[in-house]
């Protein structure tokens, strides 16, 4: 009977990656030298990279998931089981059941983080879904060591760390400092994707080393992680599994492990965090305000001046606009109509401005 339901099971898996390879949406060809020669020039580059450059890499690194999204990156609009590979569904139930709740508090407490290491990674050209391979190898802790000699956020080991640039001796370990080892772990991740061409397989590479995962593919023919899974180290198989169920809860909001029936909009949450901040507008504010929901991490005092609006004005219009987007909630922004034509038109500059006086705080912090 055991036997008999392997099959089974093994055929629905077999049944499923079929329905999802045949809806999945063309992956246009790609010029493999030219990718791999940016790649270099990019891991080797020491100043700003050009703007062409990152452009061409967040174009032609998304296909890295290829294996594990239908249109090679998340939806949020969309329900997450009509998205993602049937046999993702099943992969990490276990993970879910034991980390209920506590993923989804990280989502919160580590917002300035992960928008500390959204801005890196964009700078690379990278998916930002890596990020929360942070989250598995160290719950974002800066300090985090493993009994191996692991260290920081990304849980470099030394030598992989001055590979990549970073100082680690007796005086100085830059394997904590949050700026330089995301700069770093981009530049790791990109070398280990040149190689690869699929994010599964970085992510089990960077777990348990790249000669692994190339072991794999020699004993299977196949680059597919599906197909090779079980020929990975079950440590690296299960830092794959971790990945996912992280991704998915950190974008759904739900940790009840059932991903195949679950329609949850995380908006839904931004909608009842935000009302506890109630603007008292009088009737004539009301019938000339604009609304507009925003995410992300824009900053109230940049906002209000790029629209020349005074800041206890905003703040008016706003109540609790900065708590309520650092939760990695969403706001229903409020301003005069004429101030919303201003943000409308500013709206990516004024992100930018707010991004970039977030990292300068989180640099200034780190160096306290």
């Known amino acids: 009977m055991l036997l008999l339901q392997s099959f089974a099971v093994a055929a629905g898996n077999a049944n499923a990656s079929q329905v999802f390879t045949d809806t999945i949406v063309p992956k246009p060809p790609v010029d493999t030298t030219t990718e791999n020669k940016v790649i270099t020039e990019v891991i080797a580059s020491k100043d700003n990279l050009k703007k062409d450059k990152v452009d061409y890499l967040a174009n032609v690194t998304k296909y890295g998931f290829k294996d594990l999204f239908k249109n090679y990156s998340y939806n949020s609009s969309i329900p997450y089981s009509s998205q993602v590979n049937p ?9 879910l059941q034991s980390h209920q709740g506590y993923l989804l508090q990280l989502k919160k407490t580590g917002a300035t983080y992960f928008n500390l290491i959204d801005r890196i990674l964009s700078q690379y050209g990278l998916p930002r879904e890596l990020k929360y391979l942070a989250v598995i190898e160290s719950d974002l802790k800066s300090t985090a060591l493993s009994i191996k ?61 790249e000669g692994r995962v190339f072991n794999a593919i020699k004993k299977t023919g196949s680059r597919n992680f599906w197909d090779l899974q079980y020929n990975l180290p079950e440590e690296s198989r299960n830092h794959v599994k971790k990945f996912i169920a992280t991704h998915y809860v950190m974008e759904t909001g739900n940790t009840d492990g059932n991903v195949a029936n679950s329609n949850f909009n995380y908006s839904d949450l931004s909608v009842l965090d935000s009302s506890r901040f109630t603007a008292n ?40 606009f900065n708590h309520v987007l650092s939760t990695g909630s969403s706001y229903k ?13 500013k709206k990516f500059e004024i992100l930018n401005e707010s991004v970039a006086q977030l990292l300068q705080d989180v640099k200034s912090n780190f160096s306290q």
């Open 87 to 95: 046999n993702a569904e099943t992969y990490m139930q276990d993970y």
């Open 149 to 209: 000699g692991a260290r920081g956020p990304w849980q470099f080991m030394p030598y992989t760390a001055k590979d990549y640039g970073l100082v680690v001796n007796q005086n100085e370990d830059d394997r904590i400092d949050y700026f330089k080892s995301t700069n770093a772990a981009a530049k790791y991740l990109l070398s280990l994707y040149k190689d690869l061409k699929d994010w599964l397989l970085v992510i089990a590479a960077y777990n348990g080393g």
């Open 281 to 320: 507008l009088t009737d004539e504010e009301k019938s000339g305000a604009a609304a507009l929901e925003v995410a992300g991490r824009y900053n109230a005092e940049i906002i209000a001046k790029n629209i020349s609006m005074s800041q206890e004005d905003f703040d008016h219009y706003n109540p609790g």
């Open 333 to 345: 922004l409020q301003l005069p109509s004429e101030k919303m034509e201003i943000f409308k038109s």
